[in-house]
């Protein structure tokens, strides 16, 4: 069935330097795509989505890169910060009658060591 | 208020017994959202209201689940003789329209214990 998955459940990266999580989508309609973080405890936060006409977004200390080809998308944190730790969640959803009905993955945990 | 609230933040609740889970959108915000998260997993969808448009209820894992909203303002989530399975953080958030591109904002959860 369709399905949105994370390669790695934990990711630990040294303060400073960069991350990257990365998620593997199996709906090719999948057409909206975003990353939330998720703090212990809290809801999940907005932090990048990007369209599936794009290839490539960025914002700040964060960029999001989607490769329709082999359906995966991947998130880069740009020098690692401590406030950085906690769980990343991709979530896919399709535009032709799916509305905003997000499928999440699993999530990854993200530590960042001092 | 300046973000999806929702009440109450903690709920333990004995197993058969029927509780009541409430979502405040985001002033404005037409589309309301539902979600399940289990401890250490990722979100189910549950529910979704836009708007008048009926509300598509295609996560509801069964009928003990329902959920209604009045207009385009609060949202209750009734889980009704309520299952050890139950046990999990419900999250509701909101957003402008149902067009694909608007930001979703979550709300803190509320936390469910079935005892």
């Known amino acids: 069935g369709e399905s949105v998955g994370l390669h790695l459940p934990t990711l630990s990266v040294q303060e400073g330097d960069n991350s990257i999580i990365n998620c593997a989508y199996s709906?090719?309609?999948?057409?909206?795509f975003i990353w939330y973080k998720q703090e212990s405890g809290k809801g999940p936060q907005f932090i990048i989505d990007i369209r599936s006409n794009m290839d490539k977004r960025q914002g700040q200390r964060v960029t999001v890169l989607l490769n329709k080809t082999v359906k995966h998308l991947s998130l880069q944190i740009a020098a690692t910060q401590p406030g950085d730790s906690a769980v990343y969640f991709c979530a896919e959803t399709r535009v032709t009658g799916g509305g905003n009905k997000l499928t999440f993955g699993t999530g990854t945990q993200l530590k960042v060591e001092l | 208020g300046a973000g999806v609230s929702q009440s109450p933040s903690n709920k333990v609740t004995e197993k058969g017994k029927d509780v009541e889970l409430r979502c405040d959108p985001i002033?404005?915000?037409?589309?309301l959202y539902w979600y399940r998260q289990r401890l250490g997993q990722g979100l189910e969808f549950l529910i979704y209201f836009q708007g008048n448009s009926a509300p598509d209820k295609s996560g509801l894992p069964s009928d003990r689940f329902s959920a209604e909203r009045t207009g385009e303002s609060v949202s209750t989530l009734t889980i009704q003789r309520t299952q050890q399975e139950d046990s999990a953080v419900y999250l509701c958030a909101s957003s402008l329209a149902w067009i694909s591109g608007n930001t979703i904002y979550f709300g803190e959860g509320s936390w469910l214990t079935v005892v």
């Open positions: 002033s404005g915000h037409t589309a």
């Open positions: 709906n090719s309609a999948s057409d909206y």
